[in-house]
């Protein structure tokens, strides 16, 4: 059963998302599954940390664009939108090139509050880091 509210709209989001954060760093959302949502981050200058590996909070950018996307289009838009509450990450594997993936499952969608896991992965699916993200369901204020 799928989780969206009516559908993913890939295109849209990923439009939206060409002039902020997701767009400098290069995030794309690439597919949306009946109970997931996946995107793709290059390893590049933009994503790096001086060491030359994956920077450990672009990761959490990751994570977190990939819960926020998903909870907004869990819940209906006329009555609620998400914000982010809380996020934590354990780093497993540096990536020093290529593409990062990453993929958010619900683990809880409730009245108040979603609990999202992100796992992402290297190109060889190797485990690089495992995100847990608690969304905070809040009123859409009536517009007249």
Known sequence: MAIWYTHFPLEEANRRGQACSNGHL???????GDDYLKARMPVDARTRQPAGVLHGGVSLV????????AAAYVVDPEQHHCVGQEINANHIRAVDSGWVYGVARPLHVGRSTHVWDVRIHDERERLVCVSRVTM???STPKRY
């Open 26 to 32: 290069g995030i794309e959302l690439i597919e949306a």
């Open 136 to 138: 905070a369901v809040l």
């Open 62 to 69: 990751l994570a977190e664009t990939l819960s926020s996307w």
